[in-house]
């Protein structure tokens, strides 16, 4: 017999470009189905739950859904609160409160942690409940998954970023530096090799937290391709740690803070890439270093998506709703690919998930560790979809010199 | 009687994301006429031509032009050279010596300035000979323009950034802050406002170079949107700059090299927005207080353009070919707004733009000098193209609370 009961979805943790669309996967989907009495969407994610701020979604118009979807950034709003089992009791006693049967969290590896404690409480009390966790990330991290929703859309904003920062400093010559989000898998600084389009093009150099960074290599590796290229650009994740794990980042922060004696605290987010800079800028003595940190653009920058993973992350939600109000199921919703390019969804056990951190495979990564392999780019470019152009240059010839014959 | 001989174009400074467009419409406009016997372009700008390394674009395809032209950041490469008179001497010495009769040099008050002195060379040396200053500037501060051709694309990446940034601030409430080029001139960083929709969006505060920038006040303000809105995102120009002319991020790098007894030199790019995080997080004790500093992708993302810029580019490079080559005229080409939305364009004098700076005009500026106009928003608006689209939020009523009625 039919489940009766409300369906709630929430969304958790940081925003990507796409994650509205998986919201509206779940609020369209499950208004289909007549045993759903009402769609409610939490405020604020577990938070939301919480303090009882839910909207009522049933009474959404459909139209208002798909530009919501089309909107980066969780239209629900998030929270990063990481429930223990007393917060997931709480959610569990409003839940139950409110009649709701169906329960939808859309996030990253502590999401599906938060439903999995949720759903074990529901168990303990007899009471008939379906929790499913949805997966979104730009990191890309969610073990049981071939690829994660937000995941190329930022990958899209990396290469897109990339393309035209090797174009300027192609143009102006010296050597650059971006970090981009990841502390602990490197997908995202990855998908910086897309693009590479001419041979000396750069990120010359990628760095990744799944290796370890040492200073003189990096330095190494960029007079290396400064005396090939006479210019360098270089991609290195926030997450790049030494051989003892501990992160670059924290390092010279340590360094900083002792040297001011407490009357500078640099904990903004340009500091690695600073640090970098100088660096590269000291001991090799170049003139031109340049370090951008993308920060925040790479996961919200609105019109820059990439239709793959907007289709997925509609389906990841619709999915969501089909497994748990269709077949009564509970678990993780994952995106295996099935084909060149093309994918199914599969529905794993929350366990699997559940507060585990996926990394770049070894086959991912170059023998030496500051770059990706093809197989990497063959992984990661259709995630970005289509309409990805390139860059094009200049290929008339050269002129013959008269003042200077030969030079 | 026509003047016969060869067409030099060269582009200089920052690339700008229609910098090619400019070129295109030089290139294809020179090469319809007879007169012209070739045209070279300089390779990283006037360098280039001290140089002789030119390639010759009249052996380019229309194609691979077009190509070209879409792609951001100088085609031909750029330089950060100020030639001073014997530099143009030089320039004016290789010139002569390739016979060529028109040269088009792309960029900002600098270059123009550069035009003008190889232009009084040819003069001196009764040297047949046109020199024409194409605008270009992504700070659009050249005097006798409306605007400049690279504005309009920067500016939709401010406001496309910002639209995403606000968003991802509203879903994890607290203090973004974002530092925008624009070191003398608050236009791009003004652009910022177009990314409001919503009456409580941000950027909340906006900081020009043209206001004194008081560490005092911009706490009162912060504060004031915290309260409000519980947020706050703020735009702040990298040029901002106290009461007495002393940049901010002067100020700052001063301070921590200082405390830091010479052993850290925090010259990066990030530092700026660091300081102001800090300040925030410290004075305001407010957690969560994130900083972004926009960097090169202002300037250079791949895939985020202006149509109209992208259409003024070119039409500047074109104009500039017909003014040269039909008319036998020197000058600076300038953008003359002419209806809502309409342009034309008109050749002044080089001395009336050469080195010389345009700053944002009083009625831009709110009188608190934190924000902008509405005289603001309209101007800006239309060079920012079409197809800008903008965010929704959800709608629906909120739901009664059953375990916290009336809270």
Redesign the interface.
């Known amino acids: 017999m039919a489940l009766v009961g409300k369906v709630v979805v929430a ?1 958790g943790g ?2 990507t470009a796409v994650i509205n669309q998986s919201l509206a996967g779940v609020v369209l989907e499950s208004r289909k189905f007549t045993q759903v009495t ?1 769609v ?2 939490a405020i604020h994610g577990v938070r939301g739950i919480i ?11 459909t139209h ?1 859904l798909e ?2 979807a ?11 609160d990481k429930p223990d089992v007393k917060y997931c009791q709480e959610i569990f ?2 839940l139950k ?2 009649d709701v049967r169906y329960f939808f969290y859309i996030g990253g590896n502590d999401s599906a942690d938060t439903v999995n404690i949720v759903n074990e409480q529901a168990e303990q009390s007899n009471y008939e409940f379906r929790a499913i966790h949805i997966p979104k990330t730009i990191d890309n991290d969610l073990t049981m998954n071939d690829h994660t929703p937000g995941y190329g859309s930022a990958a899209r904003f990396v290469a ?2 990339f ?3 090797n ?2 400093n ?3 010559p010296g050597v ?1 530096i971006a970090i981009i989000m990841g502390r602990h898998a490197g997908f995202l600084t990855a998908a910086s090799s897309i693009a590479r389009k001419y041979p000396d093009d750069g990120p010359h150099l990628i760095y990744l937290p799944e290796r370890p960074f040492d200073m003189e290599k990096f330095l190494v590796d960029v007079k290396k391709n400064c005396d090939q290229f006479g210019r360098c650009v270089v991609a290195a994740s926030e997450g790049i740690q030494d051989a003892q794990g501990t992160p670059i980042l924290t390092k010279s922060l340590e ?2 803070e002792k ?3 407490g ?9 690695l ?3 970098l ?2 660096v590269v ?2 001991r090799l003595k170049i003139k031109r270093v ?8 790479q ?6 998506v990439s239709d793959v993973d907007q289709h997925e992350a509609r389906e990841v939600g619709e999915k969501a709703a089909q497994f748990a109000i269709w077949h009564n199921l509970d678990g993780s919703i994952t995106i295996q690919r099935t084909g060149d390019y093309s994918v199914d969804y599969r529905l794993v056990p929350l366990p699997e998930v559940a507060g585990k951190t996926r990394h770049m495979p070894d086959e991912f990564i170059n023998p030496e560790g500051n770059h990706v392999t093809d197989a990497f780019r063959y992984y990661c470019r259709p995630l970005m979809g289509s309409g ?2 390139s ?9 013959s ?4 014959p030969g ?1």
């Open positions: 969304q940081g925003p009402s409610y969407g303090n009882e701020d839910f909207l009522d979604l049933t009474q959404e118009t208002n530009q919501v089309i909107t980066p950034s969780s239209a629900l709003l998030s929270t990063r006693r409003v409160a409110h897109q970023a393309i035209g920062a174009l300027d192609r143009a102006l650059y360094t900083l040297d001011a004696h009357n500078v605290q640099l904990s903004g987010t340009g500091a890439g600073d640090l800079a100088d800028r000291q340049r370090a951008d940190t993308f920060g925040y653009l996961r919200s920058f609105f019109g820059c990805l152009q860059a094009q240059r200049l290929r008339a010839p050269r002129v010199k008269i003042l200077a030079q």
